[in-house]
Each structure stands twice: as C-alpha cells, then as structure tokens.
C-alpha cells in the first residue's frame, strides 16, 4: 500500500553534487528505517545509506564522506545528499523504507532513478 517517488537524479559531471529524495505517501503510521541502495548491470544491489527513525545513520565504505543521509519524518521523505560525485557512482538508486504496523513489519522499494557522472 505504501508507493515511493524518487527524483532529483540525472546526468551530472564528475565532482558535481546532486540531491536524490524520496517520498512515501499511503501511510499513516511512522518509518523505521529509510535508506538507498544502488545498483550498476552486472553486480548486485548495494547498500549506499540507510538512516533508522532516531536519526542514527549507516554508510557503504565507498562513500568516504562524500554523502549525507537525512530524513523529515513529517513529510516522509527521506534526501541523499551527494557531492564529489564521481564516475563509479554511477548506477540506479532505489529507495527503500521500512515500518511498524501492529505486529508486522514491512518494506518496500522504490521504481529508482538514473545517476550519471560522466564528462
């Protein structure tokens, strides 16, 4: 029942920034956990950056600094903020949210978005 939009993906040069958010709509209870994996052909998904309800946060060593998880549990929205962007970032990034309702816990994926570092 919950549906994800992501945006804010596209083509940028190596060393750009960009902005990736996702919103969740069909839920009237609160996230657990909000994060983004990603995905380039021929390997599997990775975790990128996965942040838990209290505000507490997981990075992939390949981040090195570079991203910046951040949620607003008002508005259901979890961003990534990605600077130094270089050209190995590029891939397809999924959303992912997690939630609590009575005794189930349950989570879904994103449709993903295209992020392109390249000259």
């Known amino acids: 029942q919950v549906q994800l939009v992501e945006s804010g993906g596209g083509l940028v040069q190596p060393g750009g920034s960009l902005r990736l958010s996702c919103a969740a709509s069909?839920?009237?209870?609160?996230?657990?956990?909000m994060g983004w994996y990603r995905q380039v052909p021929g390997k599997q998904r990775e975790l990128v950056a996965t942040?838990?309800?209290?505000?507490?946060?997981n990075y992939a060593d390949f981040v090195k600094g570079r991203f910046t998880i951040s949620r607003d549990n008002a508005k259901k929205t979890v961003y990534l903020q990605m600077n130094s962007l270089k050209p190995e970032d590029t891939a397809i990034y999924y959303c992912?949210?997690?939630?609590?309702?009575?005794?189930?816990?349950?989570?879904?994926w994103g449709q993903g978005t295209q992020v392109t570092v390249s000259e």
């Open positions: 992912n949210v997690g939630y609590y309702r009575f005794s189930s816990y349950s989570t879904n």
């Open positions: 069909g839920i009237i209870f609160t996230l657990h956990r």
């Open positions: 942040t838990i309800s209290d505000g507490s946060t």
